[in-house]
C-alpha cells in the first residue's frame, strides 16, 4: 500500500444514543469525540440506532398486515391483486 493515501484503520467505539450501547469494532469513520474504555482511550462516534434498538432487530416491528386490515381494505377498493 502506498503511504498518505488510506484513510486511518483503527478501534472505533460506538454508541447508540437511544439506549447508550456501545461497542469496539475496526473503522475508518472520521470522528470528533473521544472515550475511555477499559483504560485505552480512543475515538466514539454516537449514532441514532443500532441493532440493539431498532424495531426490526428487537422484535418489536409491527406489520402493515396487522394494523386494521389496511392492506386489505386498499386491495378491495383499487381491486389490487385480485385475480378471478
Known sequence: MKDGI???YRDVCFQDLSNGFQFV???TVQTKD???IEGKEMP???METSSESH?????T???VDNLGGRVE???NKFK???KK
Open 6 to 8: 488510506h484513510p486511518g
Open 25 to 27: 469494532t475496526r473503522s
Open 34 to 36: 473521544m472515550i475511555t
Open 44 to 46: 466514539l462516534f454516537k
Open 55 to 59: 424495531p426490526f432487530y428487537t422484535g
Open 61 to 63: 416491528q409491527k406489520s
Open 73 to 75: 381494505k386498499f386491495r
Open 80 to 82: 389490487v391483486g385480485i
